[in-house]
C-alpha cells in the first residue's frame, strides 16, 4: 500500500498539482501575515498611505499591461516556439512604451505635490518588476508550465514578506515603509530572473533584426479593449473607497481601513484562485451543450459557496480574539467596519460565478456593462455615505456595489443559459479572464 501511495504522489501529474496548491497557499498566506505585519510595525497614518500606494499600484499596473494578455494568450496556444517569440516581443515593446508613459505621469505628480517624493522611486521600481513578472507567470501558465508560474508567484508575492517579517523582528530601526517597499522590488527582481530561465528555451536568437509589428499590436489592444473597462470597474469596485477615505476622512482612518480591507481583498484572491480552477470546466461546458454547461456552473456554484461561507465565518469569528491577542486595540475598536465589509467579500466571491458563465459564452460586453455599472454605484455611494458616516459608510457602498455586481450578473447569466438552451454553443476558445494576482492588499 505505501509503495502504491508512493508511486502516486511521484507521479508528474499530481505532484505538480500538489506543488502548485502548496505555492499559492503559501503566497495567499503571506498577505495575511503582511496586514498583520504592517498594523503591528506601523502606525495607522503609515498604513494608510500603504494602502493609496497600492492601491495606485493597482490602477498603474492595469495602465501598463492594458490587459495586452487576453489577446496574447490565444495567439500563445498555436503558436510555433518562433512565433511565440514574437508575439512575446511585441507586448514588450507595447509594455515599454506604457512603462515610459506611467513614468512620466508618476514624476509629473511629484512635480504637482500630488505623489510623495521619498516612495517614487520605490514605486516607479516595483511597477516595473510587477508588470514583467505577472505578465511572465501569464505567459507560463499558458505554455503548460505552471509548477514554474507558481514559483514565479511566490517570489514575487510570497518570500520577501516572510524576509520582511523576520527582519522587522531582529531589527527595529528596518520597521518602516521603505523597508517593505526595497524588499518588495527585490521580490519582484528574483521572480524575474527565475521566469527568464524558464523561458529560456524559446528562440530568442531568432529575433535579432526583428521590428515589432505595429498592426498585431493594434489588433491586440482592439481585442483587450472589453477586458481593459471590465478590469478598471473591478478595481475601481476593490480601491476608489480608499482615496475618498484619505480626502474626506483621514489618513489614520485610511490606515484602520486598509488594515482590513487587505485581509478581506486576500480572501477574494483566494476566491479567484478556486474559481480559476473552474474556469476550464465552464467553457468545455458550453461548449457541449446546455445540460453540461449547467451542471458545470452548478458544481462551480456549490464549491464556491461552500469555501465563500467557510472563509467568511472563519474570519469573523477569529478576528476579534486575533486582535486582542496581538494588542492591536486600534484595530479593534473598529472591528465592526470589518463585519459590515464581510458581505461584500461573499457576494464578490459569490460573484465568479456568474461572471465565468458570461465568460465562457463571450459575452464580454454584458461583463463590461455589469463591472462598469458596479463601479458607478460604488463611487457614488462612496462619495455620499463616506463624509457622514466615515470609513463606516464606504463598507456599506461596497456591500452594495457587490451586490449590484452580483444580481447583474445572474440576471444576465440565467438569460445566457436559456439562450444556449435554443441556441447550439460556440465552440470558439476563449483566453483567461482577469488574474486575481491583479487585486493587491
Excluded at 104 to 117: K, L, N, R
Excluded at 179 to 188: I, K, R
Excluded at 274 to 296: M, N
Excluded at 392 to 400: P, Q, S, T
Amino acid at each position: 500500500m505505501r509503495s502504491r501511495l508512493l508511486d502516486l504522489a511521484t507521479r508528474p501529474a499530481i505532484a505538480g498539482t500538489v506543488s502548485a496548491l502548496i505555492l499559492r497557499a503559501l503566497t495567499l498566506a503571506s498577505r495575511f501575515l503582511l496586514s498583520l505585519l504592517l498594523a503591528r510595525m506601523l502606525s495607522p497614518a503609515e498604513m494608510g498611505q500603504y494602502g493609496l500606494l497600492t492601491a495606485t499600484l493597482a490602477f498603474a499596473l492595469l495602465a501598463v499591461g492594458l490587459e495586452f494578455y487576453s489577446y496574447t494568450l490565444r495567439e500563445l496556444v498555436p503558436a510555433t516556439p518562433e512565433r511565440r517569440a514574437r508575439i512575446i516581443a511585441d507586448q514588450m515593446t507595447l509594455g515599454s512604451v506604457t512603462l515610459l508613459a506611467i513614468g512620466v505621469t508618476v514624476f509629473s505628480a511629484i512635480a504637482a505635490g500630488w505623489f510623495p517624493a521619498r516612495l517614487a522611486p520605490w514605486f516607479v521600481v516595483i511597477l516595473i518588476t510587477e508588470h514583467i513578472s505577472l505578465e511572465a507567470t501569464r505567459i507560463l501558465i499558458i505554455t503548460w508550465r505552471p509548477v514554474r508560474a507558481y514559483i514565479g508567484v511566490f517570489l514575487r508575492g510570497g518570500i520577501w514578506v516572510y524576509a520582511v517579517a523576520l527582519l522587522m523582528f531582529a531589527t527595529p530601526s528596518t520597521r518602516t515603509l521603505e523597508t517593505v517597499l526595497v524588499l518588495w522590488a527585490f521580490g519582484g527582481v528574483l521572480s524575474i530572473a527565475f521566469s527568464a530561465f524558464s523561458l529560456s528555451d524559446l528562440p530568442w536568437r531568432e529575433l535579432k533584426g526583428y521590428r515589432p509589428d505595429w498592426s498585431t499590436i493594434r489588433e491586440g489592444l482592439r481585442t483587450a479593449r472589453p477586458f481593459m473597462f471590465t478590469a478598471a470597474g473591478a478595481l475601481v469596485i476593490s480601491y476608489v473607497d480608499r482615496f475618498v477615505i484619505d480626502i474626506f476622512v483621514g489618513r489614520d482612518a485610511l490606515g484602520i481601513y486598509t488594515f482590513y480591507s487587505t485581509i478581506l481583498i486576500g480572501l477574494l484572491s483566494l476566491g479567484g484562485s478556486v474559481s480559476h480552477q473552474f474556469l476550464p470546466k465552464v467553457i468545455a461546458g458550453y461548449a457541449a451543450g446546455v445540460d453540461a454547461y449547467r451542471g458545470a456552473l452548478r458544481s462551480f456554484l456549490w464549491s464556491m459557496l461552500v469555501l465563500a461561507s467557510g472563509t467568511v465565518i472563519v474570519c469573523g469569528v477569529a478576528m476579534a480574539p486575533m486582535l486582542s491577542a496581538l494588542g492591536l486595540s486600534t484595530y479593534g475598536s473598529h472591528i465592526g467596519v470589518f463585519y459590515a465589509m464581510l458581505p461584500g467579500i461573499f457576494l464578490r466571491m459569490l460573484a465568479d460565478v456568474p461572471s465565468y458563465a458570461l465568460y465562457a459564452a463571450r459575452s464580454d460586453n454584458h461583463l463590461l456593462l455589469c463591472n462598469l455599472g458596479s463601479a458607478v454605484v460604488s463611487t457614488l455611494l462612496n462619495v455620499l455615505l463616506i463624509p457622514v458616516y466615515g470609513i463606516y459608510g464606504a463598507a456599506v457602498a461596497g456591500g452594495i456595489a457587490s451586490a449590484v455586481l452580483f444580481l447583474l450578473l445572474v440576471i444576465l447569466a440565467i438569460r445566457i443559459m436559456r439562450k444556449a438552451r435554443r441556441e447550439p454553443a460556440n465552440r470558439e476558445t476563449v483566453g483567461l479572464p482577469t488574474d486575481p494576482d491583479m487585486l493587491y492588499p
